[in-house]
């Protein structure tokens, strides 16, 4: 009896061992907001399962998985395949939701902005220095700059400082919309700015947008939204201007052909005359091989739990879900990790 009753013992103490688990994360600020409900959420119905995520961005995160630091990333930018190949561990990409980057603004009097991307670029560039332009004024007919103080009239440029994810989708868009900003500052999480000042993280960038009468900067749609913060339309690649939302993020996504094998996909300028031009993937950096198996158990769990239940959540917080068949290719993904 008393060998039954330690062995018992020594059973509930194993059970709980595997199951008390801390999780660390690093990563995109884009997805923290859904991020931090989910992991919240699991944890709730896992007793036991901590799960600490640091939204640092994604350059930040890439670093951390990479070197093994963090028991997951999380990046707005697929990985180079230089990055995959110098990582200490082998990963997976994940998607995990859909978002969308908002060019914001702070010009007194005015209250919506139409942007062609040749014109984002440009301004970005740094070769339209004025609300006034000419370009400006023929993408936006009705619209009186004129009325704008002097004062303001002069464009502040203001970019990330930090590496963010939210930089790479906002230049990869540049890129493929304009040649001069592709043969020059490129596509990256933190891309030589040829003008401008740089804000870390969405709340420095669009509280400089704020105090600087002129400015302009991008967010992350549901930041924009949770804030109250104006952002212009964008035409998209069928001509049409089209103004963030949810839907026009789907159709972005709705219009990619077929989804690689191994997850890492651009959707920015997605054809389509309903589809947001700016909108992007996020992704979960995931070992192969866990480090920790009690861990990677968990990770597994944590991943397809994300992908059946948690997706229902995305919209309420102005994410788009995965698509049907993504999800269910997703699903083959996690349980083939170990």
């Known amino acids: 009896m008393k060998r039954t009753l330690i062995a018992v013992g020594l059973l509930v103490v194993a059970l709980s061992t595997a199951q008390a688990q801390k999780l660390t994360g690093a990563g995109a600020t884009f997805p923290y907001p859904i991020y931090s409900k989910w992991f919240s959420e699991y944890s709730a119905a896992h007793p036991g399962v ?11 995160g890439i670093r951390q998985v990479t070197a093994g630091l963090v028991d997951f990333g999380a990046s707005d930018m697929p990985m180079t395949d230089e990055m995959l190949a110098s990582s200490k561990v082998k990963l997976i990409h994940i998607p995990t939701v859909l978002g969308a980057v908002v060019p914001i603004f702070n010009v007194p009097g005015i209250n919506d902005i139409k942007f062609s991307g040749d ?6 560039l740094g070769k339209i220095a004025r609300w006034d332009d000419p370009r400006i004024a023929k993408d936006n007919p009705g619209v009186n700059f004129s009325q704008v103080p002097e004062a303001a009239k002069k464009i502040t440029v203001v970019h990330r400082s930090d590496g963010s994810g939210t930089s790479f989708i906002f230049t990869d868009y540049l890129s493929k919309v304009n040649s001069d900003w592709a043969n020059g500052p490129g596509k990256g999480t933190s891309p030589s700015w040829p003008v401008g000042v740089g804000g870390k993280g969405n709340e420095n960038v669009a ?7 002129g400015a302009i900067g991008y967010v992350e749609l549901i930041y924009a939204l949770q804030n109250n913060i104006s952002y212009g339309e964008v035409k998209n690649a069928s001509g049409k201007w089209v103004k963030a939302s949810i839907e026009g993020v789907t159709a972005a996504a709705a219009n990619l052909k077929q989804m690689p094998a191994d997850y890492r996909v651009s959707i920015t300028n997605a054809p389509g005359a309903t589809s947001y031009p700016i909108s992007s993937f996020t992704y979960l950096l995931i070992p192969v091989h866990a480090a920790d198996p009690a861990k990677g158990k968990v990770i597994k ?8 239940y948690g997706e229902g959540e995305v919209t309420a ?22």
Request: net charge neutral; no cysteine; charged share 20%.
């Open 301 to 308: 769990d944590l991943l397809s739990w994300i992908v059946k």
């Open 317 to 338: 917080l102005s994410y788009a879900p995965l698509p049907a068949k993504l999800a269910e290719k997703e699903l083959k993904s996690i349980y083939s990790l170990q």
């Open 50 to 60: 901590e799960i600490n995520y640091q939204s640092i961005g994604s350059g930040g």
């Open 207 to 213: 509280g400089l947008v704020r105090q600087l009468p």
């Open 119 to 124: 014109v984002l670029a440009d301004i970005y």
